[in-house]
């Protein structure tokens, strides 16, 4: 199973931005996917989950309102839209798949993910 993250890149605070993640190989609809971040110098840290089929979220609170999780088991994609970027919310993103039967609820813990990518860099400038 592979991972490709796209869509980084530098935005204005108070500016919005869409990263896309697409798997390969592995049964797309097995997978609950997340979404992660790490700044620099920092550990990485949860941003938000979605469910297999779509139908259930979770966000951390600190991007919960100005973030959004969505997926098209179609394209095998996952997207994250982000607005109201603040210089805070600067980091490196990875999305990741999590394997779950299909009633297990998703994971904060990065450690229960299975598989990553590469991550994809955004940079909000004040």
């Known amino acids: 199973v592979q991972l490709q993250a796209s869509g980084g890149g530098l935005v204005q605070a108070g500016g919005s931005l869409r990263l896309s993640c697409v798997v390969s190989?592995?049964?797309?609809?097995?997978?609950?996917m997340g979404w992660f971040r790490q700044a620099p110098g920092k550990e990485r840290e949860f941003v938000t989950a979605?469910?297999?089929?779509?139908?259930?979220?979770i966000y951390s609170d600190s991007v919960g309102g100005r973030f959004t999780i969505s997926r098209d088991n179609a394209k095998k994609t996952v997207y994250l839209q982000m607005t109201s970027l603040r210089p805070e919310d600067t980091a490196v993103y990875f999305c990741a798949a999590e394997h779950l039967i299909l009633t297990a609820p998703m994971s904060r813990r990065s450690q229960e993910y299975d598989y990553w990518g590469q991550g994809t860099l955004v940079t909000v400038s004040s």
């Open positions: 190989g592995g049964t797309f609809g097995r997978y609950a």
């Open positions: 979605i469910s297999r089929a779509g139908g259930g979220t």
